[in-house]
């Protein structure tokens, strides 16, 4: 099938212009910051994780999505989770039966709020959830020669640090959006 006629030439267009904006003279921390959290959200990267952690759904990544956001939250709201994961309300309620029927998720009241509950992982959410920190850790902690544990202490550091840096401005408020507590 030939190409529709409305495709540009690639002789109209100049080198730079086929070039990246960012990180088009080597990577940077833009670049960089880019690629690994596109990389942690990609597919590729959670269809590894739901298999090294022997995930008991598999084929749920909604299960999957919520499960993690208990592991970093803690408890929390069903309408937090659904912001994070992207669907509504209803859908996590749907979520959290099939969680519920395999006990790996609780329904719990809310201290502070007399109306509102919260969603915790019981004992066996709590194992399944290690092995999907234990799964990321080996999937995404840096190893080879190059890498030094000391290497590895100061790119914890430096993450948290950037990480609270970046909840502290009004433009990115990571703790809000995420639930993880970045400072003690």
């Known amino acids: 099938m030939p190409r529709p006629s409305n495709i540009t030439p690639p002789e109209i267009l100049s080198e730079d212009d086929l070039r990246p904006l960012v990180g088009?003279?080597?990577?940077?921390?833009?670049?960089a910051f880019f690629a690994?959290?596109?990389?942690?959200?990609?597919?590729?990267?959670?269809?590894?994780l739901i298999q090294d952690s022997e995930f008991p759904f598999p084929d749920d990544l909604p299960a999957f999505l919520l499960i993690n956001q208990l592991v970093y939250r803690g408890s929390c709201r069903p309408t937090d989770i659904a912001d994070a994961?992207?669907?509504g309300r209803s859908?996590?309620?749907r979520v959290v039966n099939r969680l519920e029927a395999a006990d790996l998720v609780r329904r719990v009241a809310d201290?502070?709020?007399?109306?509102?509950?919260?969603?915790?992982?019981t004992p066996a959410g709590r194992e399944v959830g290690r092995r999907i920190v234990d799964a990321a850790e080996r999937?995404?902690?840096p190893t080879g020669e190059a890498w030094t544990e000391q290497d590895r202490t100061d790119l914890?550091?430096?993450?948290?640090?950037?990480?609270a840096a970046l909840d502290a401005s009004p433009q990115h408020p990571l703790a809000a959006a995420t639930g993880v507590r970045l400072t003690k």
């Not at 088009?24 to 921390?29: F, M, R, S, T, V």
């Not at 201290?111 to 969603?119: G, K, N, S, V």
Request: no cysteine; net charge neutral.
């Open 139 to 141: 999937l995404n902690t």
């Open 24 to 31: 088009a003279n080597g990577p940077d921390l833009t670049s």
């Open 85 to 87: 994961i992207g669907t």
């Open 111 to 121: 201290a502070t709020d007399d109306r509102a509950l919260m969603i915790a992982l």
């Open 156 to 163: 914890g550091r430096l993450l948290v640090k950037l990480a």
């Open 36 to 48: 690994i959290s596109t990389w942690g959200n990609s597919t590729q990267f959670r269809e590894s």
């Open 91 to 93: 859908n996590v309620s």
